[in-house]
């Protein structure tokens, strides 16, 4: 029986494959994190010098999301490829360099270990179909930008444009939602946060969130359609607003500081696909 086959018929195997490449892609998706907000940066000191008219800066040694190799952030000392395997490299060295014995975040191992829960999950509910590899694509996206919103409070362009373009194609398909519903999300899901953002600054003078957050509720409406939006926006509100409050009350975390709003709209987004018809059938028969 070929790979295909066996994928097909054994969906133990298809999510055990799917698995074993989540945790591969979180490997990927942490790199990305990392680097993808150092090459933006780079890239908009460039501009603003270009724009000024200044020197450039001294050369520096090329980034990428494939180069230079990972190495240990303290001692730069390359990372071997067997302490580079998902998960279980992080728990055999105990979350420290095999070279200096720096500690390294267990932001690694989560990120890792959750992309390939929520890539079994993904089997779990669409199996083997067309819709499976686009949901992949849609929650190792969105993965990817909730680490960056938490660490760095960005929302690249980078990852949400081409995310909305993705979904206002694979409409076409009809694999989640219509084109006409696709295209209304899409509009429907910036203007919204667009309307919120400069009715909060026009009362308050203050910047309530980043125009990063339109383009990802943007893209969110685009994947899901029009339809979905008011629980999205909804439950990504009653979670933004449960991890703040717990911030305050036991972490101590002061109120003027912004928490990214990012990270909620992505979860928010990830449930609503997995669970969207039969959330918003409840919430429908609540009304």
């Known amino acids: 029986m070929s790979l295909l086959d066996g994928l097909r018929h054994s969906p133990v195997f298809l999510a055990l494959a799917t698995g074993l490449l989540g945790l ?5 998706l942490n790199v990305v994190a990392y680097r993808l907000p150092q090459m933006l940066e780079r890239q908009w000191r460039r501009e ?45 060295l105990r979350g420290r360099c095999a070279t200096c014995g720096a500690g390294i975040s267990v932001q690694y191992p989560l990120v890792e270990a959750l992309t390939g829960l929520l890539s079994v999950w993904c ?22 930008l909730a680490v960056i919103d938490l660490r760095t409070q960005l929302l690249p362009d980078d990852l949400t444009l081409p995310l909305l373009w993705a979904g206002l194609l694979f409409s076409l398909a009809g694999t989640f939602t219509t084109p006409q519903a696709s295209i209304v999300g899409a509009a429907a899901g910036y203007l919204s946060l667009w309307s919120v953002y400069h009715l909060f600054r026009l009362l308050t003078g203050k910047e309530g969130m980043g125009h990063g ?12 359609g029009w339809q979905m939006l008011p629980l999205l926006v909804l439950l990504s509100s009653l979670l ?40 918003t059938a409840a919430w429908l028969q609540t009304l």
């Not at 591969?24 to 990927?28: A, I, R, T």
């Not at 010098?49 to 090329?62: F, M, N, T």
């Not at 991890?243 to 987004?269: D, E, K, Q």
């Open 24 to 28: 591969c892609v979180g490997s990927f």
């Open 48 to 92: 603003c010098r270009h724009v000024l008219e200044l020197p450039d800066e001294p050369a520096v040694a090329p980034l990428s999301l494939l180069c230079p190799g990972s190495s240990c952030p303290a001692c730069k000392t390359p990372i071997r490829p067997w302490h580079n395997i998902p998960v279980l490299s992080w728990l055999w």
């Open 123 to 144: 089997v779990w509910r669409f199996g083997w179909s067309i819709a499976l590899p686009t949901a992949l694509l849609f929650t190792w996206t969105l993965t990817a």
């Open 213 to 224: 957050d339109f383009k990802l509720l943007a893209a969110l409406g685009a994947w899901l």
């Open 240 to 279: 933004g607003t449960a991890v703040g409050l717990t911030l305050i009350l036991f972490r101590g975390h002061s109120r003027h500081v912004p928490i990214p709003f990012g990270p909620y709209l992505a979860m928010a987004g990830w449930i609503m696909l997995i669970w969207g018809r039969d959330l």
